[in-house]
């Protein structure tokens, strides 16, 4: 691979371990890891497993012990400020442990011949994202007013730009959410120079018993990555997938049958079969 790239991988728990060369496996609120998230508390031995297979987010410069209202923010933020434990990669991604993007993790530099970022294709929201929070804290048992309250904390800190986020806000009704992305370096440094401040400020006075505030930088990422594209950088909009497609039995099953996909940025696929894909696969490893 020409460009160095690190994709986090976002546990709070134990689950299926999906790390090699790309993909950094991260336990988040590691500091915190015994204090009971939404999940309920942790096992001692599901701990051991996190603690062997994967680094924490509480090392060097961290907020680890913040996790618990500022979610994957953590990972985020511990990977901002220590970026050569990562190698100083060219891009820097974010997936979870059970929500990947659609992609080929093996082969990530034929994207970026033609793409600046990748980002989730966007759900369709009727009326605006601002509408869409209202109907999310309802479901989540937050409160609606935390946006209105947040929009104040925006205005503050960048006056310049409230315009426009409001805009955004009020008449944007596409969103992905999740906080998942890769992007170039110096477009994840900017990110997190502009993102924390926000979510520093909004620690002061909001709830924090609650997962508002981590939320809401769900919001601000898509804010970010929609910034991005109106400075004329080009995204790749992709797909959600439970695992990295190359770690599947489909996969593994697609490459017995000798099974060709062509990838297209719409996200639409062509299938071409090669029904004797098997017998040529067997004679090729019966030659080596």
């Not at 618990?68 to 820097?92: C, Q, S, V």
């Not at 990947?100 to 990530?108: A, E």
Request: proline fraction near 3%; charged fraction near 30%.
């Amino acid at each position: 691979m020409k460009n160095k790239v690190k994709i986090l991988v976002a546990y709070h728990k134990r689950d299926k371990l999906f790390k090699n060369s790309v993909l950094f496996p991260i336990h988040l609120g590691r500091e915190i890891a015994f204090e009971k998230t939404k999940d309920g508390k942790l096992s001692e031995k599901d701990y051991n497993w996190l603690l062997n297979n994967m680094s924490g987010d509480n090392t060097g410069d961290n907020i680890s012990d913040k996790n618990r209202f500022l979610n994957e923010m953590t990972g985020i933020y511990w990977a901002w400020k220590n970026y050569e434990e990562l190698g100083n990669p060219d891009y820097i991604g974010l997936n979870h442990y059970r929500r990947f993007f659609k992609i080929n993790y093996s082969n990530l530099d034929k994207y970026f011949q033609n793409y600046d970022f990748i980002k989730l294709s966007s759900p369709f929201f009727k009326m605006g994202i601002r509408a869409e929070w209202t109907n999310c804290a309802k479901l989540n048992n937050l409160d609606p007013a935390d946006f209105d309250k947040f929009c104040e904390v925006y205005e503050n800190i960048y006056p310049q730009d409230a315009k426009e986020f409001n805009s955004y806000i009020s008449k944007e009704n596409h969103g992905g959410l999740m906080n998942l992305f890769i992007m170039k370096k110096e477009d994840f440094f900017r990110y997190c120079e502009w993102i924390f401040p926000l979510l520093f400020e909004m620690e002061k006075s909001f709830n924090k018993s609650n997962r508002t505030i981590g939320m809401i930088a769900e919001r601000l990422t898509s804010y970010y990555l929609q910034k991005l594209e109106n400075e004329g950088k080009k995204p790749l909009y992709t797909r959600l997938a439970d695992e990295p497609p190359e770690m599947t039995l489909r996969f593994f099953i697609s490459k017995i049958f000798n099974i060709r996909k062509k990838e297209q940025s719409n996200g639409v696929k062509h299938i071409k079969l090669t029904l004797f894909g098997i017998v040529l696969n067997i004679r090729t490893k019966n030659k080596s």
